[in-house]
């Protein structure tokens, strides 16, 4: 199994975005720039990602004429990203031209071919604004529908909701990639996100790839908590350098001194909240 977590780098500064990166990419799988940190770094965002060694995800979501999403696609290609995002709502053409320029152009520089992934409905729409669009149906219609056209196209992969990964799954079968955004730790809040899942639930119904945003760029230790969510999934993606021993299940805790249990990734850690004085605190063994 691969590292799975893909962290969305939604930061205000190129420069920081590209220190974190340094940060965690030998312990995640790789960094999604999407339009923010695009619109401010430009394309040498994503070189200098790519120079610390890192998969690159660059979530655009165009949707344009067929040839200007072709163009924009061979641009991505040279930039040399392993991902980026296309709305299935495009239609058939542009999909499949999108997917065709990716092969073309990375056979031409005799690479890999980017993933191209759809994005079927925005998880930001409820029904209500989408019965003001005038498409008939349910919103989990449209996903599927929008599903089918994009692999029907020759697309190899969708981002999609939790909810949804057991049904595209079930529909589509093993070989598209699911790409899943709306990730939270059991121990992390919920920001936004509505509907989350998580890492190990996603992983567990058939997600390959997770989108992780604040649980890890907003953490204290943002490397401490890519460790942690990865041992949730599988603690044999923690890299060798990084594992430790565990540290026993109940433990006092270094700031205040009353007993508390830890779960399985706090103990391979060595980090925990402790709920007696509300602080992140690190085990001192
Ligand atoms: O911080 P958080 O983990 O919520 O970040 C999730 C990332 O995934 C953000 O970059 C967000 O824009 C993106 N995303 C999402 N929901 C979608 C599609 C993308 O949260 N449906």
Redesign the pocket.
């Known amino acids: 199994m691969n590292n799975p977590i893909i962290v969305?780098?939604?930061l205000p500064s190129p420069q920081k975005a590209v220190k974190l990166a340094e940060e965690l990419a030998p312990v995640v799988g790789a960094f999604?720039v999407?339009k923010q940190l695009f619109v401010s770094g430009g394309p040498d965002i994503v070189r200098k990602l790519r120079a610390t060694g890192a998969k690159v995800f660059l979530?655009l979501k165009l949707h344009d004429i067929p040839n200007t999403v072709a163009k924009a696609v061979i641009a991505a290609t040279d930039l040399g990203v392993q991902m980026t995002t296309v709305h299935a709502s495009g239609g058939t053409a542009m999909l499949a031209a999108a997917e065709n320029a990716a092969h073309e152009q990375a056979a031409m520089l005799r690479a890999e071919p980017p993933l191209v992934l759809a994005?079927t409905v925005?998880?930001?729409m409820d029904d209500g604004d989408f019965a003001e669009l005038g498409v008939g149906g349910s919103l989990e219609e449209q996903v599927l529908r929008l599903a089918k056209l994009a692999t029907g196209a020759g697309l190899r992969g969708l981002?999609?909701?939790p909810q949804e990964i057991e049904i595209l799954r079930a529909e589509l079968g093993d070989d598209v990639q699911l790409v899943t955004?709306?990730?939270?730790p059991a121990t992390m809040k919920a920001?936004?996100?509505k509907r989350t899942m998580t890492p190990a639930e996603a992983i567990q119904v058939g997600a390959n790839w997770l989108?992780?945003?604040?649980?890890?760029?907003?953490a204290n230790d943002p490397r401490v908590a890519a460790i942690g969510i990865l041992h949730s999934i599988n603690p044999e993606l923690v890299p060798e350098s990084e594992r430790r021993e565990p540290i026993p299940e109940i433990v006092d805790c270094a700031e205040c001194g009353q007993s508390l249990k830890l779960d399985a990734t706090e103990q391979a850690t060595g980090r925990y909240h402790c709920p007696h004085c509300d602080k992140d605190v690190a085990h001192k063994g």
Do not use: F, W, Y
């Not at 955004?181 to 939270?184: A, D, E, F, M, S």
């Not at 989108?211 to 907003?218: D, E, F, K, L, S």
């Open positions: 969305a780098l939604d999604k999407g979530d994005v925005l998880t930001s981002v999609c909701s955004p709306g990730i939270r920001d936004d996100q989108v992780i945003g604040r649980p890890i760029t907003g």
